[in-house]
């Protein structure tokens, strides 16, 4: 089964909206939930982070993400969407179950319209 | 990107040859890790070295091998065993497996 899942390829927000970019999980346990960014022909940069503690989690550039344990999500929120906002975001958990080794989802491909 | 070099940033295989990929990291970190690319498929883990002298296989090893003599280091070779080579290559770092990880700039490689 997979462990982590992007359940839309592609989300396309008009700028100045509020974006979302969905992520669910099925690790049993307690997961580290991961969000990265990543531009054209670039490697992935960090955005956020949830281990414990508060399940409202800031990050880099004005996003955040909200763990839901009950929904066993992790979506990926910015309140106002800017078109340098456009890449490819990947969800990611860490599996303790299995050496703690991470798992991708698929990725989201975002497109802010100016 | 900062802290973790890969290069060449392509690199193009003929057929039947191994190519070596390379990995530096400058932070001093413990825990290394090969993924591949492909579109639609995110990234699948080839390989990964929680200290120096010690690696263990990924999801998709086969085809690949690896070497981590230095802790800064962390070459992966795609052999002429890997049938489907044309990928994006990223290396990451973490300073314990199981902290975050954090990214090179990625090898594209492509096969003549």
């Known amino acids: 089964a997979q462990s982590v899942a992007q359940p839309e390829d592609q989300v396309n927000v008009a700028e100045g909206n509020p974006l979302t970019v969905k992520c669910t999980y099925s690790?049993?346990?307690?997961?580290?939930l991961f969000w990265y960014v990543q531009y054209p022909n670039r490697g992935l940069q960090f955005l956020l982070k949830?281990?414990?503690?508060?399940?409202l989690v800031k990050g880099s550039y004005g996003f955040e993400a909200e763990f839901n344990k009950s929904q066993t999500s992790f979506h990926l929120k910015k309140p106002s969407a800017l078109v340098s906002d456009s890449a490819l975001y990947f969800c990611a958990v860490r599996d303790p179950n299995t050496g703690n080794q991470f798992y991708f989802g698929t990725g989201t491909s975002l497109t802010v319209i100016p | 990107d900062g802290g973790i070099t890969q290069s060449p940033k392509y690199l193009f295989r003929k057929e039947g040859q191994n190519v070596t990929l390379s990995c530096e990291q400058n932070l001093n970190h413990d825990a290394m890790y090969w993924y591949r690319q492909d579109p639609g498929q995110g990234l699948r883990l080839i390989y990964y070295s929680q200290i120096v002298n010690d690696f263990q296989k990924g999801d998709i090893a086969e085809g690949y091998s690896v070497s981590r003599e230095k802790k800064e280091s962390f070459p992966l070779t795609v052999t002429s065993a890997q049938k489907n080579p044309t990928a994006f290559y990223l290396c990451?770092?973490?300073?314990?497996?199981?902290?975050?990880?954090?990214f090179g700039p990625g090898t594209r490689l492509l096969v003549l």
């Open positions: 990451a770092s973490s300073a314990l497996v199981q902290e975050t990880q954090y």
């Open positions: 949830y281990i414990t503690g508060d399940n």
């Open positions: 690790v049993s346990g307690n997961p580290y």
